[in-house]
């Protein structure tokens, strides 16, 4: 049991995907801009990354390991990625069309979001097991979702602060970012 | 014609203006800075003297770019306490250029980009901190021992401070003979090579040492901010009592919680650096729950991180969950 | 928390209550300041002006509309508009827009009195016996309630609610009837001068509410600044067996504030801790719980109705102010120019610099015209020496502020939020629980208009509202109008195709019909001819 | 290429075939679905728009214009009457950037109201057809007059006028609508 906690508490904090490893970072600026948003997202990538590191894990140990195919890694895992993410953008769609619109592109753009990919390929390589794998997954989200709203509410709080016009907009949000990294870097370590 | 709405001088009410706020902060800083001066290292005045004086120009230049008034801008000393705080933080040995370095990022990204006062989201002393302590881990751990400094010059000192060429081997063994690990980094080096800590020998080490006396210099200060009403209790005891629950409840080491509590940075960071208002939670529950924060991450980056001291980190962690906070604590209700 | 006194024991031994306190507040000392207190020379009677403005203006800032023509001869307590009394005889000279109390220095249609010579003087209330007071008030009390219509009584603490409408809205009955006898603000003194010249008129008045409102208890709050007037309508109300308790509650502005008042008295919250309403409703009103809040001149100006059936046209002015040179409280007759009142008691300001304020120095504002009616609000004319602005800092969210907001609020984030006009959020900081008392100003150590941009945000709030609301109204009557568009449409077009259909099928029919038909009238034609 | 890759490439191949046409097989009955998502929206921006029902935008009303940026993609700053604040709310709601007005479509005025001179009016009620909002009331050779609390000063009656009497005007500052000035 602690050794899944552990996988939990270290993907969400120690190696958090936005924050230390710097994946995903484009629906973070994207969608961050208010507190809504980044929830459905974070909600949205949740429910990707937890069945697609499942299902990739499936594939990677029934399919591609016993015939050799690991070569076709990649391909085959921006496959299903794709498949959760349609599934998602149908459920979000029927559930609430206000968050589809609003999310827009950036939906789909899991797909190509960098965290789920670079999360599928990091648990095959480091040999999960499948509930490690699940949870591998599951902490990733859960550690972007929990940036994803951190960020968004500073944004919200940052939209009335007096930024020199030449900061304003992205440019904060990623100096923002950066402090972020920052104060994430004293979890580095951590044992 | 001017119609005031609001006839604020109509009614006298003695307050402090923002000035005087940073004024008594200083003061306060007094008595900590000087049994660190007595203990630790007198160079402790040369940083605060260099932080002090950058800041100031930084903050003026800042200002000038952003076409603000200069003089209005710099004389509420906000900055000058940033930077004193940033002074007493970082080891007294740090090459001088080092210190400038942070203390541009703890004006400049801490602090202006933003706005300047009252916008910043993060502590700009500990932004400047953390900056310094992730780029040059070398010289930020590098502390001198008290029992050395009598046998040294403070000429001597201040050259190898004043030495640009930090990787110069010769300096680097002369450092080695001046510097040694404050009790943290020494308990820290023990729990890695999976050696027991001896109770006894560690508490006479965090006594000797001196840093109990200077945090017990700035638990003065800071008392003497909460009798004058500077400062609230909100922060400061929350900080505390979860970083002594903790340390009563999880630590591993064999130091008492009542000598962790008196280590490293944490009355200065209880009292001074996690009660900047600005980058604080807004309502008084929210405060409490923000400087527990502090102190239960505190204890977890001490006891189980990377780094011997983690209150910047812990501080800056929390300054980010702050909006969050204040979220939660506006929709349960304004009241506290 | 609470707070103990001896006066409590001492004048009210049957209804031991100390009083609750509440949050935040200040303690705002005067000493320093031209006050009329304890000093005071009674109330100064004022010689009625040539010439009266009466705004015609309800509660609500609308405009109303007269009942009275030009050069119509009014007397004095007739009524003018509705809820509006004239406050003297005399002759309409015109009704036109004037000038009045107002922040933004508006001017308001206003009904122009010239006094006649002959104007019947004010005499002093007399005070009967407690036996024929107790029979007076009886068959006042039994006459219907709107009999006060006629006495045109409006709350005399500032804000000037109806006080007929406050307590016929209590629909649950009224349990608890507190008497203001607290200033609002510390420069004001109206209510302590009224209490030292006439207790018995008002303990008159307070026993006569007592008998109209039915109330379970009533509760007189004065301040322990007012020592003196405590006792003397202590006594007053000991005389006429007066069905009322007096608690000394601590003085701490803004205890005069109805909101913080409630919560001293009761214990009661009722305008805040609503942060999940917003915009909307977030506040009850007292009367909702059974609480009536009235102000002493009010009792004192009721008892002036029942004793000789007068109407409530003139009320008690503080004239205070650094820069008042005769500080004394006045009785102004409604309407009377705020000019005339300055110099009939030599008060003129003689410098240029010197600055009027009506409504007190938190709460009120500069006059931009000395012309302007002293009204029912006017608790206070102050003259003040110029205003020396400090520019304002940026705010280090110290939170001295939400230390002494009395609604606990967070200024410093409702500020925040204000200033980039972000009104969601401000709504969900329960931002129209604000009572703009002003404590956050004060305190600010960075000299921030907090207040000034919580009206500003207010207002625009509630400007914002009422657009929608048009917009809605406007969107409902076009849909209406495309409804009924399509509508004619439709049965224009149902009427072509009906037409067409009955041309359709009766076509051969009708056709050869009437061909017949023409022949058949040939036919008749020709035979009737022939013969 | 051995045997046992080629049929695991076939096996993939075809367990992805299978989950597509599944996946398209699942999303068509929601699409009707979402129609109803899309109305919600429409609603949700029609009630941001500021109901003025004048056109600018170049649809016939509000809720076209709120049609036409949820189903045709239309640009959010096409809106004179609701200016910056409305863009900046649809930009909100849409989750998209606020753009500047489109001066094509004209400029944002301060709040207006028509105002008929009636010594001109014939009762040609011209004006009264033209009017979104039922604003207008009169009748034929009678002079009309403009229900001020409704107009919403769209200028729509403006152009069929044939003498030319109706104004706009802006509405007097009464005191129940007067606002606190904002602090420098």
């Known amino acids: 049991m602690s050794e899944y906690a552990l996988i939990l508490l270290t993907t969400v904090l120690v190696n958090n995907f936005v924050l230390t490893q710097f994946l995903g970072l484009c629906p973070f600026m994207g969608v961050s801009r208010t507190l809504e948003t980044a929830v459905g997202m974070g909600l949205a990538t949740t429910f990707v990354l937890t069945l697609a590191s499942a299902l990739s894990f499936l594939i990677d140990h029934w399919l591609l390991q016993p015939y050799d195919l690991t070569y076709l890694r990649t391909l085959s895992f921006i496959l299903i990625i794709a498949i959760v993410v349609q599934f998602a953008e149908i459920v979000i769609r029927q559930r609430s069309p206000l968050l589809h619109r609003v999310l827009g592109l950036y939906l789909p753009l899991i797909t190509t979001n960098c965290a789920v990919l670079g999360v599928a390929l990091l648990s095959s390589r480091q040999h999960h097991s499948l509930l490690e794998a699940v949870f591998f997954g599951f902490g990733a989200a859960l550690g972007f979702t929990l940036v994803l709203v951190l960020f968004s509410l500073l944004r919200e709080r940052l939209n009335g602060a007096n930024v020199p016009d030449a900061f304003k907009g992205n440019a904060i949000g990623l100096i923002t970012a950066g402090i972020m990294s920052l104060a994430f870097m004293g979890f580095s370590g951590l044992s | 014609m001017l119609k005031p709405i609001l006839d604020t001088q109509a009614v006298s009410l003695k307050t402090l203006n923002t000035q005087h706020i940073m004024l008594w902060v200083l003061a306060a800083l007094l008595p900590g800075v000087f049994v660190y001066a007595w203990f630790i290292s007198p160079l402790v005045f040369f940083n605060i003297a260099l932080a002090a004086v950058l800041a100031v120009v930084f903050e003026a230049l800042a200002l000038y770019w952003r076409g603000q008034a200069i003089h209005g801008g710099v004389q509420d000393g906000s900055i000058v306490v940033a930077a004193v705080l940033l002074a007493l933080a970082v080891p007294p040995l740090l090459p001088f250029w080092q210190l400038a370095v942070g203390v541009f990022i703890m004006v400049m990204l801490g602090k202006q980009v933003y706005g300047g006062l009252g916008n910043n989201p993060f502590n700009p002393a500990m932004v400047g901190y953390a900056a310094l302590l992730v780029s040059f881990p070398q010289t930020m751990t590098l502390w001198s021992a008290p029992d050395l400094l009598n046998q040294l010059t403070l000429g001597h000192l201040l050259n190898a401070k004043l030495s640009l060429d930090l990787l110069n081997p010769n300096l680097l063994i002369d450092w080695d003979g001046i510097t040694r690990a404050t009790p943290l980094e020494h308990l820290r080096t023990l729990k890695m090579q999976g050696l027991s800590v001896d109770q006894n020998l560690a508490q006479q080490q965090f006594i000797s040492s001196g840093w109990v006396w200077t945090n017990l210099a700035f638990l003065l200060g800071g008392l003497l901010l909460l009798y004058r009403r500077i400062i609230q209790w909100h922060i400061p005891a929350s900080v505390i009592l979860s970083f002594a629950l903790c340390s009563l409840l999880f630590s591993a080491q064999n130091v008492p919680w009542y000598l962790s509590v008196f280590s490293g940075a944490l009355m200065l960071g209880a009292f001074f650096i996690a009660t900047d208002p600005v980058t604080a939670a807004s309502s008084n529950r929210g405060r409490l729950v923000f400087g527990a924060g502090i102190g239960a991450l505190c204890f977890i980056i001490r006891e189980f991180g990377g780094y011997p001291e983690g209150f910047a980190f812990a501080v800056l962690l929390m300054n980010l969950c702050v909006p969050l906070i204040d979220h939660i604590d506006m929709h349960w209700g304004t009241s506290a | 928390m609470r707070v103990r006194n001896a006066w409590r024991k001492q004048f009210s031994a049957e209804k031991p209550r100390a009083p609750f306190s509440f949050h935040g507040g200040l303690k705002l000392d005067t000493s320093k300041r031209a006050l009329t207190r304890f000093n005071s020379t009674g109330i100064k009677e004022l010689p009625l002006p040539a010439k009266l403005v009466v705004p015609l203006i309800d509660y609500h800032k609308n405009n109303i509309e007269p009942l009275v023509n030009i050069q119509q001869t009014v007397s004095r307590g007739q009524i003018i508009a509705p809820g509006i009394i004239s406050p003297a005889y005399g002759t309409v000279s015109v009704i ?205 100006a009721l008892w002036q109705m029942v004793e000789r059936n007068q109407a409530l046209d003139s009320r008690v002015v503080s004239l205070g102010g650094s820069n008042m040179r005769n500080p004394c409280n006045v009785r102004v007759r409604f309407g009377t120019p705020v000019n005339f009142v300055l110099s009939a008691t030599d008060n003129t300001p003689d410098n240029a610099h010197t600055r009027i304020r009506a409504g007190g120095p938190l709460s009120g504002f500069d006059l931009h015209s000395l012309n302007a009616p002293i009204t029912a609000n006017t608790n206070c004319i102050l003259a003040e020496a ?35 006009e972000d009104h969601d959020k401000c709504a969900q900081l329960n931002l129209a629980a604000c009572i703009e008392c002003g404590c956050c100003d004060l305190v600010c150590p960075a000299s921030i208009k907090l207040t000034e941009t919580f009206r500003y945000a207010k207002s625009t709030a509630r400007f914002l509202s009422e657009q929608n609301q048009k917009a809605d109204e406007a969107e409902q009557r076009f849909k209406n109008r495309e409804e009924r568009l399509k509508q004619r449409e439709a049965d224009r077009k149902a009427a072509i195709e009906k037409r067409k259909q009955a041309v359709k099928s009766q076509d051969k029919k009708t056709n050869t019909d009437r061909i017949k038909a023409a022949l058949e009238r040939a036919r008749t034609k020709q035979k009737s001819s022939k013969d | 290429m051995t045997l046992p890759a080629l049929v695991g490439l076939v096996v993939l191949l075809a367990a992805l075939v299978f989950i597509g046409a599944a996946l398209a097989r699942l999303s068509r009955p929601i699409n009707t679905e979402g129609h109803s998502g899309d109305e919600q929206l429409i609603e949700k921006v029609n009630n941001l728009l500021p109901q003025t029902q004048c056109a600018q935008c170049g649809h016939p009303g509000c809720r076209p214009y709120a049609y036409a940026i949820i189903k045709q993609r239309e640009p959010i700053n096409r809106c004179p009457p609701g200016g910056d604040r409305t863009i900046a709310d649809l930009a909100e709601l849409l989750g998209t950037t606020a753009l500047p007005l489109d001066s094509s479509c004209g400029e944002q005025k301060p709040i207006q109201v028509a105002i008929i001179d009636e010594s001109v009016c014939i009762g040609c009620t011209l004006c009264i057809h033209a009017c979104p909002v039922d604003a207008i009331v009169g009748a034929g050779k009678l002079m009309h007059t403009v229900i001020s609390d409704q107009c919403t000063g769209c200028e729509l009656c403006l152009p069929p006028c044939p003498v030319d009497c109706i104004d706009l005007v802006s509405p007097a500052t009464s005191t129940s609508d007067w606002q606190w000035p904002r602090p420098a």
């Open chain 3, 96 to 300: 036109e827009p004037c000038e009045f109390i107002h922040p933004g220095g508006l001017s308001v249609n206003s009904v122009v009195i010239d006094t006649h010579a002959n104007n019947s003087e004010n005499p002093p209330v007399s005070i009967p016996s407690a036996k024929a007071a107790q029979a007076m008030i009886n068959s006042f009390a039994e006459q219907p309630i709107e009999t006060l219509e006629q006495a045109a009584l409006v709350g005399l603490g500032g804000a000037g609610f109806p006080t007929l409408h406050k307590i016929k809205s209590a629909n649950n009955g009224i349990h608890t009837l507190i008497i203001n006898a607290a200033e609002c603000e510390p420069e004001i003194a109206c209510d302590e001068a009224l209490m030292l010249a006439e207790p018995e008129a008002i303990a008159l008045g307070i026993e006569t509410l007592v008998q109209l409102t039915q109330c379970q208890q009533c509760i007189i709050a004065i301040e322990d600044s007012k020592p003196l007037a405590q006792q003397q309508l202590s006594e007053a109300i000991n005389t006429f067996d007066v069905n009322a308790a007096i608690m000394t509650i601590p003085t701490r502005y803004p205890t005069g504030a109805e909101t913080t008042l409630i919560e001293v008295v009761t214990g009661k919250r009722l305008a805040y801790r609503n942060a999940n309403s917003p915009t909307t409703k977030s506040q009850t009103t007292p009367s909702e719980h059974g609480i009536v809040c009235i102000n002493i001149g009010t009792a004192h």
């Open chain 3, 386 to 420: 110029a205003f020396i602005e400090t520019p304002a800092q940026p705010c280090i969210r110290c939170g001295q502020c939400a230390d002494v907001c009395p609604v606990k609020l967070l200024p410093q984030q409702l500020h925040w939020y204000a200033q980039s």
